[in-house]
């Protein structure tokens, strides 16, 4: 269980995140169109898990802007963005913000993401949601960089995120 907090207010994830050099647990989320995607599709590329609360967020925003705007231009890249947001809603944000270099997904069908990744919040305000969190996958499925935000209003430390696709 981790420990996250907004602004004060303790909150505890249902785990941890995939430890470093382990494989990245598979899933499934849904894309735009309500087709689904699952990490094992994407074998063979570098994958950023870009996981937030919701869209509707100055922070989370920001974060899919910076990875879009970054991460995007490394080669052999996808950069997931991932919440429990309505893929209609991630869809209108991402067309409204210009986004094209990134891949929102939801996961409102997809509630053992959250178990697997230790990630979802089980107390709180936030109870449900995702905390912030980062997460690098290889091109063999291994997870090379994580980062469990620990103040879910900060933005994640996208340089040590980047340095990971290197």
């Known amino acids: ?7 004060g207010n303790a909150m505890n994830t249902i785990g941890t995140l995939p430890a470093k050099g382990s494989i990245a647990p598979d899933f499934e989320a849904t894309k735009g169109d309500l087709s689904t995607l699952k990490l094992s599709d994407l074998r063979g590329k570098r994958v950023v898990l870009n996981i937030f609360p919701s869209l509707d967020t100055g922070t989370c925003a920001a974060s899919v802007r910076h990875f879009n705007a970054d991460a995007s231009k490394m080669d ?12 209609f809603a991630q869809g209108r944000f991402c067309t409204t913000e210009g986004l094209k270099n990134v891949v929102p997904v939801s996961l409102f069908r997809s509630p053992e993401f959250g178990k697997a990744y230790g990630t979802v919040i089980v107390d709180g ?21 994580t980062q469990q935000v620990e103040k879910i209003e900060d933005e994640p430390d996208y340089k040590s995120a980047l340095e990971a696709l290197k």
Do not use: F, H
């Open 1 to 7: 269980m981790a420990k996250v907090s907004l602004l």
């Open 125 to 145: 305000p936030m109870r449900g949601l995702q905390s912030r969190a980062v997460v690098v996958v290889d091109e063999e499925g291994k997870v090379v960089y």
């Open 76 to 87: 052999n890249t996808v950069v997931l963005c991932i919440s429990e947001d309505l893929p």
